[in-house]
């Protein structure tokens, strides 16, 4: 990623458009990452879960294999690039609106994913506010909301000076708004993106009425758990603030 901005930036759904022909090579460099992300989120999905809504699904793999694996009978997939859904089986259910119009969808799911730090891909900081307000709407009494984003303060991908700028630069002026480039097909297709605090995202989850119940640290390159922040990014199980936790339902009388 690189932080300086010369020419317009295509908008995400159009980057991914010219991406999708290389998305599954793009996908096999972080396969380590992704499988692990894959494998928590399979580990942390409630038993007798039925349906899964997958935002930002990509090419639609990872979500298909989460479904299958945790037992989740209803997929649907929600992505706006006409180019990744174009290699779709016909029988998935697609949804083909952007995150920010999900206050068209109605019904409940019992696990909603965001992963791969789609959420970086919306802007400003009030939509991303309400994309998870409506994760918080749509997920259904005892469901749960997987969310991985990449780590601002990541030192072991950024490297220790450039992370220790960012810090530095943070206590005078939050940013997080970077270009995000990737190498497709010979050529580089850049767009915009964002990269996320934890706090951050604490903030925005307690602003849509949402709760972290886990937070795992994810090194991006081995998919190796770690135990300190700055080693990774960051995958969080989310839940309905209004849901009681469990401490507090074995506590009931």
């Known amino acids: 990623m690189a932080e300086k901005r010369s020419s317009p930036i295509p908008d995400p759904v159009a980057a991914y458009d010219r991406i999708a022909p ?3 090579r793009l996908a096999q460099r972080r396969k380590a990452y992704l499988d692990r992300v894959d494998q928590l989120v ?3 999905i409630p038993a007798g879960r039925r349906s899964l809504l997958d935002v930002g ?3 639609g793999t990872r979500a298909r294999r989460i479904a299958r694996a945790g037992g989740l009978r209803e997929l649907v997939l929600l992505e706006p690039s006409a180019g990744m859904r174009s290699n779709w089986p016909a029988q998935d259910q697609a949804r083909t609106m952007r995150a920010e119009d999900l206050h068209q969808e ?7 994913t965001c992963l791969w730090n789609v959420l970086g891909h919306i802007a400003p900081a009030a939509k991303r506010v309400e994309v998870l307000r409506q994760f918080a709407r749509l997920v259904a009494p005892e469901g749960r909301i997987f969310l991985d984003v990449t780590h601002r303060y990541n030192a072991r991908h950024f490297g220790a000076v450039r992370t220790a700028l960012r810090f530095l630069r943070d206590r005078v002026s ?3 708004d970077v270009v995000v480039a990737w190498g497709a097909g010979g050529a580089e297709v850049r767009t915009t993106g964002h990269v996320f605090t934890h706090n951050e995202v604490r903030s925005l989850s307690r602003q849509a009425g949402l709760i972290i119940e886990k ?4 090194d991006y390159g081995t998919g190796e758990l770690r135990r300190r922040s700055f080693e990774g990014n960051l995958l969080y199980v989310l839940r309905r603030a209004d849901e009681p936790s469990k401490a ?3 506590g009931a009388v």
């Open 174 to 176: 939050p940013g997080g």
């Open 57 to 59: 699904a990509g090419d």
């Open 106 to 112: 109605q019904g409940r799911f019992d696990v909603i």
């Open 22 to 24: 290389a998305f599954a």
């Open 248 to 250: 507090a339902a074995a």
């Open 215 to 218: 937070r795992f640290v994810v």
């Open 42 to 44: 399979i580990s942390q």
